[in-house]
């Protein structure tokens, strides 16, 4: 299928972006790097009647990897950080999951955020690494959210169809980590996949958001280690869903293992 | 609304709509029928093509967003002798049969040739599998694409 009529700005900066947005509000939509809207442009589960392509906006490209807290600006790519020698390996093997690196040569973190597809690495990342979202808008200025407040369901976060997701920060992750995921092929969305760094636990793609296992963590730090107790307080704790892909019985089954194979990685 | 490209080396202007993905300004303006459309929606990697050397899905760019960048389609390699080596060995190897795909795999594999940091051959196997071959069964194509990366 073909996307429906649509128009197009191209702003040359934030401030215009953001003056697009206020004044065009939830008729438009941002466009980043296309990987998840074009899609839904081309299938029409998406009709602005205006895109805000982002492509020219400076403020929004590139990314700070050296110091002890990242920022990564809305606008990267995925294929840049990809080639980045300063990338954390944590950052590096959760990449190699994001789609096709066809994708990645397009797809922005940024962009990865904002739309927020439950089975996507971006929001699980940005939950794991208690990372901090920067979002501004024209009329009230910037908010810094923490992922926990950015991301509220599938499809959803936080932003007001005024506001632009400008950054994401964190500290450096380092140390041992674990990231896995269980998909059909290789580059397509996870049936479900966990992650497990400096004691907190995620689960993503089991239900509508990706998930911290509060209760995993907890028996972590009361000395738990891995093994059949810590899977079957995961089985317990994670929120899952049936789709055509899979069952929420197989993603609890599958990501319980899978809390128990990061955690071990971790550890 | 206006875009100025360069396609296999020639400029290119012209007026687009925005809803105008890459591959049909491709396809039904420039006349280069050989970057094929399969799924339209990014899973298939038929339409792959080079933008400013890395390698994309056409079908997932509106030309808008091509302005000022250089593409290469299957079009643009006939002078290239990698691509000549890599159509040789998908010949010799029989990676191809009915050859819709071939494009879309012609141009990831020589994105992957071309990539800084060089990418571990044995990798090849997960990194092909963003374009989809419904003949071949895919061993050949990835013994081929091995063999040619070296």
Redesign the interface.
């Known amino acids: 299928?073909?996307?429906?009529?649509?128009?197009?700005r191209?702003p040359e900066s934030l401030d215009e972006a953001l003056a697009d947005l206020a004044e065009l509000g939830d008729r438009a939509r941002p466009?980043a790097g296309?990987?998840s809207l074009?899609?839904l442009?081309?299938?029409r589960l998406a009709q602005p009647e205006v895109?805000v392509?982002l492509?020219r906006v400076a403020e929004l490209r590139g990314a700070d990897l050296d110091g002890d807290r990242l920022e990564i600006r809305a606008m990267t790519r995925e294929?840049e950080l990809e080639?980045s020698a300063a990338l954390p390996p944590l950052l590096g093997a959760a990449l190699g999951h994001v789609?096709?690196?066809?994708?990645r040569?397009?797809g922005t973190v940024g962009g990865s955020l904002a739309h927020m597809d439950p089975a996507a690495e971006w929001p699980a990342l940005a939950l794991l690494l208690d990372a901090t979202l920067t979002v501004a808008s024209a009329r009230r200025g910037r908010r810094r959210l923490p992922a926990a407040s950015f991301i509220l369901g599938p499809l959803t976060t936080a932003l007001e169809p005024d506001e632009l997701l400008e950054a994401v920060t964190m500290a450096r992750p380092d140390g041992r980590f674990g990231f896995a995921e269980v998909e059909r092929?290789?580059?397509d969305f996870a049936l479900v996949g966990a992650g497990c760094h400096r004691g907190r636990v995620v689960v993503f793609a089991a239900g509508p958001r990706p998930q911290r296992l509060p209760g995993v963590e907890a028996f972590l730090r009361d000395g738990g280690a891995p093994g059949p107790e810590l899977q079957r307080r995961a089985h317990a704790e994670i929120e899952a869903r049936d789709d055509l892909h899979a069952s929420a019985a197989y993603r609890r089954q599958v990501g319980a293992r899978l809390v128990d194979q990061v955690v071990a990685a971790a550890s | 609304m206006i875009c100025r490209l360069t396609v296999n080396g020639t400029p290119w202007e012209g007026d687009v709509p925005p809803r105008l993905t890459l591959a049909d300004l491709l396809r039904d303006h420039l006349q280069l029928t050989g970057t094929h459309l399969g799924c339209e929606q990014g899973v298939c990697g038929a339409c792959t093509v080079l933008c400013d050397g890395e390698a994309v899905r056409s079908c997932l760019m509106l030309a808008v967003q091509a302005d000022g960048r250089s593409l290469t389609t299957v079009e643009g390699l006939d002078a290239d002798p990698d691509a000549a080596a890599l159509r040789d060995a998908l010949v010799a190897g029989r990676g191809l049969q009915c050859g819709f795909c071939t494009p879309g795999f012609l141009l990831s594999a020589l994105a992957l040739r071309r990539a800084d940091p060089p990418v571990d051959p044995a990798r090849v196997p997960e990194l092909l599998a963003g374009n989809i071959c419904r003949c071949t069964g895919y061993g050949p194509i990835v013994a081929a694409v091995r063999a040619w990366l070296g």
């Open positions: 299928m073909k996307p429906a009529p649509v128009a197009y191209r466009l296309g990987q074009v899609p442009l081309a299938l895109l392509g492509e294929a080639r789609g096709h690196f066809q994708i040569s397009r092929r290789s580059g």
